[in-house]
């Protein structure tokens, strides 16, 4: 019997003529690795798709607070404060008064309007933090209605009333629970990641192909003129990639339930502290297998689930299977009857076989594949046992 601290997720996913990622001149990002350069999805376009996904499994689904990230919180605070029956002005005033006093950024106290409520980067803030700044700048609005002393007011409030908000951090919503929130703020409190996400990668060298569109105008057509309405190119990518993601589920169980990470599994922790990480867990396996990222949705259609998907639970260090493929597959192999997906499960098996020899990390596995394949100390099931496993074993907290 081990602990789960770790959960670690591979994936195998196929995506055929797409551009799932896209670097500053619109081409598909690459990456280089060993013998060869591969075509790569960024981890923040994956935890982006995973966090606003809707369907069964989405993460709006667990009734936990969510956060909204944008350069224009501070305007969503005024214009919240206005619907509470504040004047604009007020509104305005209380907003930039967070800001002078260092809540999100000091982006320039010598802005006005509408430019002195956007902040200098995105900022991530749970709706519970949104909502409590909103209440308590409504309520000094209301009893000082004059507009240096609210400032006055506001700025105080943050001072005296920081540890309040720092505590807010465990209603800083279930993104930053998972991917974590860096602010310089001097006010709001950063919090540590529990879901680290590698950039997936072609296990194969990049198969990259420049597309030539033209653009019909129906009009010109239709009276006979030749030629459209404009000429393009694009970059296509086709591939099979390796994912990688690792939950620390001590870590989750302290962002959702503000328990110290030392005592998540420590005796006599009930189960049920460990109920909503479970489910957490759970949902994730079904967005990583699920749902694809991608660039030119509507004209590519990139939609794939994993064909191949291990899960590794244990309270070593975690590892990733990426050296695996530091020398890429060839796309064809007379030696090997087998498809470039059994292929590469194949390597992936033997990296699991090798580490497992040389470190006898006492991991449990279970996985998922569309092919006839075998991985070392792991049984086979479907998607839907992988998650309730996954999920059982963060709850009960051994494995």
């Not at 081409?27 to 995973?50: D, E, F, M, Y």
């Not at 974590?180 to 590698?198: C, K």
């Not at 099979?240 to 620390?248: A, K």
């Not at 189960?271 to 759970?282: K, N, P, T, W």
């Amino acid at each position: 019997m081990s602990l789960p601290r770790f959960i670690q997720i591979h994936t195998l996913h196929t995506y055929p003529a797409a551009l799932l990622n896209r670097d500053d001149a619109g081409l598909a990002k690459r990456l280089p690795l060993g013998n060869a350069v591969r075509t790569r999805i960024s981890s923040q376009c994956l935890k982006r798709h995973w966090r606003v996904t809707d369907d069964k499994f989405s993460l709006s689904k667990l009734d936990v607070p969510m956060a909204i990230r944008s350069r224009g919180t501070l305007e969503l605070i005024s214009q919240r404060i206005q619907k509470n029956g504040i004047t604009a002005a007020l509104a305005q005033v209380a907003a930039e008064a967070l800001r002078d006093a260092g809540l999100l950024d000091k982006g320039g106290k010598d802005k006005k309007g509408d430019d002195a409520l956007k902040t200098g980067q995105a900022v991530l803030m749970g709706l519970p933090e949104i909502d409590y700044l909103v209440s308590r700048c409504t309520e000094l609005a209301q009893s000082v209605p004059d507009e240096k002393m609210l400032k006055a007011k506001v700025i105080s409030l943050l001072k005296d009333e920081k540890k309040n908000i720092e505590a807010l951090k465990h209603g800083s919503g279930l993104e930053s629970a998972l991917f974590g929130r860096m602010v310089t703020s001097d006010i709001l409190a950063s919090r540590e990641a529990s879901v680290s996400v590698a950039h997936a990668f072609t296990v194969h060298q990049a198969q990259v192909e420049n597309d030539y569109f033209t653009v019909v105008d129906d009009l010109m057509q239709e009276s006979g003129e030749l030629g459209s309405a404009g000429i393009f190119d694009t970059e296509l990518a086709s591939g099979l990639y390796y994912g990688y993601v690792v939950v620390d589920v001590s870590q989750l169980v302290e962002n959702l339930e503000g328990i110290a990470a030392k005592d998540c599994f420590a005796d006599g922790m009930p189960a049920e502290r460990r109920e909503l990480a479970g489910r957490v867990v759970q949902h994730l396996i079904h967005l990583i297998a699920t749902v694809s990222p991608g660039a030119k949705r509507g004209s590519t259609a990139p939609f794939d689930w994993a064909k191949f998907m291990l899960v590794e639970v244990g309270d070593w260090q975690p590892r990733s299977l990426a050296g695996a493929f530091y020398d890429a597959l060839p796309l064809e192999d007379k030696t090997y009857a087998g498809t470039i997906r059994q292929r590469a499960v194949m390597r992936m098996a033997q990296e699991i076989s090798a580490m497992d020899e040389a470190y006898g990390a006492p991991l449990a596995r279970r996985f998922l594949a569309l092919d006839t394949v075998d991985v070392p100390g792991a049984e086979r099931v479907n998607l839907t046992k992988l998650g309730e496993w996954a999920n059982e074993i963060v709850r009960q907290g051994a494995c």
